[in-house]
């Protein structure tokens, strides 16, 4: 009658799930709220708006790379793209609204890669990214993905407020920034000397609240 193989020669099994995350360099942040944000699986009951604009705040456009006393914040600019939304299309509704102040949120978490970097790492980054933005749309009540025209309406808005943004603050000439981010509709002076001159990360960090609760309803 034939022996079972002993355990030192037995066929090896695989490891759990819950022991190869164990091994795994750690892949969750812990929020200033004590939520801990796993960026592989995120979960939408560990996402809170006073971490976002917190991180946002403090996450700078251009790699910092920009003129005046503070960083130009990534809180800011999304400020800025929705100026620039409801310049184009006059009133935003609640579900616009809350889609424009939410465009860059997984930034709270993975910061504001520029465009050639991503370039040069591709699919990865927005896998994560993508990941993330619909746990937080979620969160807030938007479906995990938005609808293409909504999409768009925010992609021409967010591309008009980096056209000032490089001009005004990141040394872009006028026709370079024409050639990468088309022509954006006018600023008045008064919004554009508010909203071009970069705030500290505090006041970023409220007047992103305070739109945001606007649009949220809460």
């Given at each position: 009658?034939?022996?079972?193989?002993?355990?030192?020669?037995?066929?090896?099994?695989?490891?759990?799930?819950?022991?190869?995350?164990?091994?795994?360099?750690?892949?969750?942040?812990?929020?200033?709220?004590?939520?801990?944000?796993?960026?592989l699986?995120?979960?939408?009951?560990?996402?809170?708006?006073a971490?976002?604009a917190?991180?946002?705040?403090?996450?700078?456009?251009?790699?910092?790379?920009t003129?005046?006393?503070?960083?130009?914040?990534v809180?800011?600019?999304?400020l800025l793209?929705?100026?620039?939304a409801?310049l184009?299309?006059?009133?935003?509704?609640?579900r616009?609204g809350l889609?424009?102040?939410?465009?860059?949120?997984?930034?709270?978490?993975?910061?504001?890669?520029?465009?050639p970097?991503?370039?040069?790492?591709?699919?990865?980054y927005?896998?994560?990214?993508?990941r993330?933005?619909?746990?937080?749309?979620?969160?807030?009540?938007?479906?995990?993905?938005?609808?293409e025209?909504?999409?768009?309406?925010?992609?021409?808005?967010?591309?008009?407020?980096a056209?000032?943004?490089?001009?005004?603050?990141?040394?872009?000439?006028?026709?370079?920034a024409?050639?990468?981010?088309?022509?954006?509709?006018?600023?008045?002076?008064?919004?554009e000397?508010?909203?071009?001159?970069?705030?500290?990360?505090?006041?970023a960090?409220?007047?992103?609240?305070?739109r945001?609760h606007?649009?949220?309803?809460?």
């Amino acid at each position: 009658m034939a022996r079972p193989p002993s355990k030192a020669h037995a066929k090896p099994q695989p490891a759990s799930p819950a022991r190869r995350r164990s091994a795994r360099t750690r892949a969750w942040q812990r929020m200033l709220s004590g939520r801990r944000l796993d960026l592989l699986d995120p979960s939408p009951l560990d996402i809170e708006i006073a971490d976002i604009a917190h991180g946002l705040a403090r996450v700078a456009r251009w790699n910092g790379q920009t003129s005046g006393a503070h960083i130009f914040s990534v809180a800011q600019h999304t400020l800025l793209v929705d100026v620039m939304a409801r310049l184009h299309i006059g009133d935003v509704d609640r579900r616009l609204g809350l889609a424009i102040m939410l465009h860059d949120a997984p930034e709270y978490v993975i910061g504001d890669m520029i465009t050639p970097f991503k370039a040069v790492i591709a699919d990865s980054y927005k896998t994560v990214e993508k990941r993330l933005l619909a746990a937080i749309h979620i969160r807030f009540g938007l479906p995990s993905k938005l609808p293409e025209s909504v999409e768009r309406l925010i992609k021409a808005a967010d591309r008009a407020a980096a056209f000032f943004e490089a001009t005004r603050l990141a040394g872009f000439g006028t026709e370079e920034a024409l050639s990468f981010f088309g022509r954006p509709t006018a600023l008045p002076p008064s919004i554009e000397g508010d909203y071009l001159t970069p705030w500290p990360a505090d006041a970023a960090e409220t007047r992103f609240l305070q739109r945001f609760h606007k649009y949220h309803g809460d």
